[in-house]
């Protein structure tokens, strides 16, 4: 199967007048075509850092990508001039932001908003345009004649869609959905979540799915990989995270998630906060939170090791987490 994505070492800083923020740091997957990538990780690990390097969307300065590649159909994105990569971004490669609310133009309808995108990727007459942007809305759930509204008369659950309907407005061949449903209630956020895969699936689109649940990458993703203070700590099959996971901070989000099966009167936490990106450990950067930590995990940086098919993990220890006993 040909690789759709292919991202290589990648490092991103944040360059300010009180330090360097070290926001990603070697970051390297791979997402197939017609295949969703789950990106699991708390707030501030770098997910979205991520997303917008992809597309090149860093504010620079202060942002930077330090090194690396990314290559789309074989194409390297950070090698590209301004020009060539606007002529991507939003027709082959499609993002939807976090927050509605703000993702939308409010003096503009939404059949205008659409219809920008189209334009500025097809040589379509009016009336063709249109007619496309008719069909996005209904393809996303929203009747036609709602084209002519504005983002205020619609709900938020509404709002999504009509990004979702950018977004899908030119059949792109990667869609990166940033935290989609985060300002959504739980009933609509699993009607979002559902229309985005059915609609994946309908234009086999590949997917780089960002979330901070595990349930959802568990229903929606074929591959997972989870990030921790700007690098991928764990990464593999739905099946190898799942089940065989080998990460001591991947246990730790498995263990906070509610269970239908055993009564708790706590949820489990992972002790302690993320390292501040400006300063981070010399070792493993989980070393400052984790069960399992020896004196090698404070000085040395662990590299992520193949550990079975389609498997990586970043940790000294993997062994012992794995069999459940401490190193």
């Known amino acids: 199967m040909s690789e759709l994505l292919e991202v290589k070492n990648l490092v991103i800083e944040y360059r300010t ?3 360097v923020v070290h926001a990603l740091n070697d970051v390297s997957f791979t997402i197939g075509e017609g295949k969703t990538l789950g990106l699991v ?5 770098g997910k979205t850092t991520l997303a917008k390097g992809i597309v090149r969307l860093i504010q620079s300065p202060p942002g930077k990508i330090v090194q690396g590649s990314v290559l789309f159909n074989g194409k390297d994105l950070i090698k590209l001039s301004d020009a060539e990569i606007r002529g991507i971004r939003g027709f082959d490669i499609s993002m939807i932001f976090q927050d509605p609310m703000t993702s939308l133009n ?3 309808t939404v059949g205008k908003q659409i219809q920008e995108v189209i334009d500025a990727h097809n040589k379509l007459n009016p009336e063709e345009s249109w007619k496309k942007v008719l069909q996005s809305l209904e393809l996303v759930g929203i009747p036609a004649g709602r084209a002519n509204n504005y ?3 619609f709900s938020g659950g509404m709002k999504q869609r009509v990004i979702i309907a950018i977004a899908l407005a030119c ?17 609509i956020q699993a009607q979002v979540l559902k229309m985005i895969t059915d609609l994946k699936k309908k234009l086999n689109t590949a997917m780089l799915l960002i979330t901070h649940d595990l349930g959802v990458v568990a229903q929606n993703c074929e591959d997972v990989a989870v990030i921790y203070a700007g690098e991928i700590v764990e990464y593999g099959s739905v099946r190898n995270i799942f089940h065989e996971m080998k990460h001591p901070y991947t246990l730790g989000l498995m263990a906070s ?10 949820l489990q936490s992972i002790s302690g906060l993320m390292p501040d990106p400006s300063d981070l450990p010399a070792g493993c950067k989980f070393s400052t939170r984790c069960p399992y930590q020896t004196e090698i995990c404070h000085n040395r940086l ?5 550990v079975s098919e389609k498997h ?3 940790c000294h220890h993997w062994a012992e987490v794995a069999n459940g006993r401490k190193a």
């Open 302 to 306: 662990p590299l992520l090791e193949l």
């Open 171 to 187: 059949n792109p061949k990667l869609l990166i959905a940033d935290e989609p449903t985060t300002a959504l209630d739980v009933t």
């Open 17 to 19: 007048d009180d330090g």
């Open 257 to 266: 998630i509610p269970s239908l099966e055993k009564k708790v009167d706590r």
């Open 106 to 108: 409010p003096v503009m």
């Open 41 to 45: 990780g708390e707030t501030g690990a």
């Open 151 to 153: 983002p205020h008369q």
């Open 312 to 314: 990586e993990v970043r």
